[in-house]
């Protein structure tokens, strides 16, 4: 696998000699001072272009690179990424390395558009000067409001009896959906944001999908997320979902009490019975 030095020297030398790349920006773990890099970590570039044609027709002009295992998209399209006209193409190539691309014709660059950290690869018309210095805080927890904290623990316990509805039915797929997906991405890990946040002065970030949270959880913490965790057998899941509901409890009810939010004691508790009794029928 080449090395990094090797990568940005291989495509710095292909960008200068292109004179419709324009200005190149390294982005994400690898322009960031603190970041944490292995040999996985991608490259995170962004390409500003003179004419976008060239890389909507096809991805010849990727072979300079080395030979690819897969890419996606599959054909180059915009993904929404970033607003605006751009285009995504993610590549990993035969030796390992891997090249997030995203690209564009537009030829201003806001001040704060790189808050989180950024380095410039080149950038032939000094559209780059004027970006401001990062303060990577594009991803800092935040206090949640009243609102948006009362709104997530009642409806994660709207959610939560749809786990022992589909486990009684023994129809694993759907249980597994709203366990694994539903209650644990979009209400557990936002609960354990806040937690984390509270316990750290709401000044620092958890990564994508939870990714550091064993490094801000006291260890019985972290070993209670743990046993959230199990596989396909439904007593299992019944055992798990008891366990995801209880740690969703207490953290929610420390983020609540510390910021004087109401925490949803009667619906938890007439939930829960519902649930129990699914389980006995």
């Avoid at 292109?18 to 996985?40: C, N, Q, V, Y």
């Avoid at 806001?110 to 000094?126: H, R, S």
């Avoid at 890990?189 to 949270?213: C, P, Q, R």
């Amino acid at each position: 696998m080449r090395t990094e030095k090797e990568v940005l020297s291989e495509f710095n030398k292909w960008a200068k000699a292109k004179d419709l790349i324009r200005t190149a920006i390294l982005t994400s773990s690898r322009a960031r001072p603190a970041g944490e890099i292995d040999f996985l970590s991608d490259y995170d570039i962004e390409l500003y272009v003179t004419d976008l044609r060239i890389f909507k027709k096809d991805d010849s002009w990727l072979e300079p690179f080395g030979p690819i295992i897969v890419r996606w998209p599959y054909k180059p399209r915009s993904t929404g990424f970033k607003p605006g006209n751009w285009i995504t193409r993610l590549i990993l190539f035969k030796d390992g390395v891997r090249i997030d691309f995203q690209i564009t014709d537009q030829q201003q660059i806001e001040p704060d558009a790189y808050d989180n950290g950024y380095k410039v690869l080149i950038d032939k018309d000094q559209v780059a000067s004027q970006l401001a210095e990062p303060t990577y805080s594009e991803y800092i927890i935040n206090k949640p409001g009243r609102e948006e904290f009362e709104n997530l623990v009642n409806e994660f316990w709207w959610n939560a009896y749809y786990v022992p509805k589909y486990l009684w039915r023994e129809e694993i797929t759907y249980a597994k959906y709203m366990l694994d997906n539903i209650l644990r991405y979009s209400y557990l890990h936002k609960i354990i944001d806040w937690y984390i946040g509270m316990e750290n002065d709401w000044s620092v970030e958890t990564g994508a999908l939870g990714k550091n949270f064993k490094d801000y959880l006291k260890p019985d913490t972290w070993a209670d997320l743990e046993e959230t965790y199990t596989g396909a057998d439904i007593e299992a899941n019944w055992k798990t979902f008891f366990k995801m509901t209880d740690l969703f409890r207490r953290l929610a009810k420390e983020v609540g009490n510390e910021l004087g939010y109401e925490y949803p004691d009667e619906v938890d508790q007439e939930v829960m019975e519902f649930c129990k009794m699914i389980k006995t029928k």
